[in-house]
């Protein structure tokens, strides 16, 4: 079984911070030593969209429109997967969620949490 549950979203000034929480409970079933962690988010009206991911390796990556703006970690004895986001837009408001690739590819993620509402206001 595969659990993931988001935490810490809210409402922000533009140019305030937020950080984003995802605590994954993982099965013994279902661990693997290559996996992926992603943030996704959707604002209304508009598709899914990923903004960062990053893998076993630690290996990151980040859209365009959120470079050098978040910062996606992860702390592997909490099972913690964060979203750093600073100098807040409001076109960064959305519903953001945390996925989990077990694949290890950053292609198919499978597992996905509830979603956590980020709101920023101008």
């Known amino acids: 079984q595969v659990q993931l549950a988001e935490s810490g979203g809210g409402s922000a000034q533009a140019g305030g911070s937020l950080r984003l929480s995802c605590v994954a409970s993982?099965?013994?079933?279902?661990?693997?030593?290559?996996?992926?962690m992603a943030w996704f988010r959707q604002a209304p009206g508009k598709g899914r969209e990923g903004v960062a991911a990053?893998?076993?390796?630690?290996?990151?990556a980040y859209a365009e429109s959120v470079k050098g703006r978040f910062t996606i970690s992860q702390d592997n004895a909490k099972n913690t997967l964060y979203l750093q986001m600073n100098s807040l837009k409001p076109e960064d408001t959305a519903m953001y969620y945390c996925?989990?690739?077990?694949?290890?590819?950053?292609?198919?993620?499978?597992?996905w949490g509830q979603g956590t509402q980020v709101t920023v206001s101008s």
């Open positions: 990053i893998d076993s390796d630690g290996t990151t």
């Open positions: 996925a989990a690739d077990l694949d290890g590819d950053c292609v198919d993620f499978g597992y």
């Open positions: 993982i099965s013994t079933y279902y661990y693997s030593t290559d996996y992926c």
